[in-house]
């Protein structure tokens, strides 16, 4: 696992922030955080699904000084999730983002939240920041207490 604190120039990230944190931003419902029928939502917008782009260039471009700075063959799925503030902080469950490759994650906000591995490794939010370890490890997100979202980028690729 690789962790990058400060991953992009104060300017790109401050520009990258203020989008996602909008009000016109476009965040669509999912009634799942996970797997269906989880019994969690979150609101979230799909850059890219199954390998292919799901969005308008436009959009793509927003995320592109994240993207410039990976290393990657292909894009499998490309999502930005907002969780809102809960009451206390809720675990939505471990699993993995795909069989193979690589993911990261690229937190937009400071808040309570984290991301914690099986091992009991746990990431907090941070903005600016991002992960990038082994598609197979198992992990979940959480939710945060403090602040009114939190809201990550979560990236896989081959």
Same mark, same amino acid.
């Given at each position: 696992m690789k962790i990058y604190k400060n991953f992009l120039s104060d300017s790109d990230f401050k520009k990258i922030k203020s989008i996602f944190t909008s009000d016109s931003f476009p965040w669509y419902f999912s009634d799942c955080v996970n797997e269906e029928n989880d019994? $969690? !939502?979150? /609101?979230? !917008?799909? /850059?890219? @699904?199954?390998? @292919? +782009?799901?969005?308008?260039?436009? /959009? +793509?471009? /927003? %995320? =592109?000084? %994240?993207?410039? =700075?990976? =290393?990657? =063959? &292909?894009?499998?799925? *490309? @999502?930005?999730? +907002?969780? *809102? &503030?809960? #009451? &206390?902080?809720?675990?939505?469950?471990?699993?993995?983002?795909?069989?193979?490759?690589?993911?990261? %994650? $690229?937190?937009? #906000?400071?808040?309570n939240g984290y991301t914690k591995f099986k091992n009991n490794k746990i990431i907090t939010s941070e903005e600016n920041k991002l992960i990038q370890f082994d598609s197979k490890l198992e992990h979940t997100g959480s939710s945060c207490t403090d602040e009114k979202r939190r809201i990550v980028l979560n990236i896989n690729y081959q």
């Open positions: 019994d $969690f !939502f979150q /609101f979230n !917008f799909i /850059f890219y @699904k199954e390998e @292919k +782009l799901n969005c308008s260039q436009e /959009f +793509l471009n /927003f %995320i =592109k000084p %994240i993207l410039s =700075k990976l =290393k990657y =063959k &292909k894009l499998t799925r *490309v @999502k930005a999730n +907002l969780l *809102v &503030k809960t #009451n &206390k902080l809720i675990e939505h469950g471990y699993h993995t983002d795909q069989h193979s490759g690589e993911t990261c %994650i $690229f937190y937009i #906000n400071n808040c």
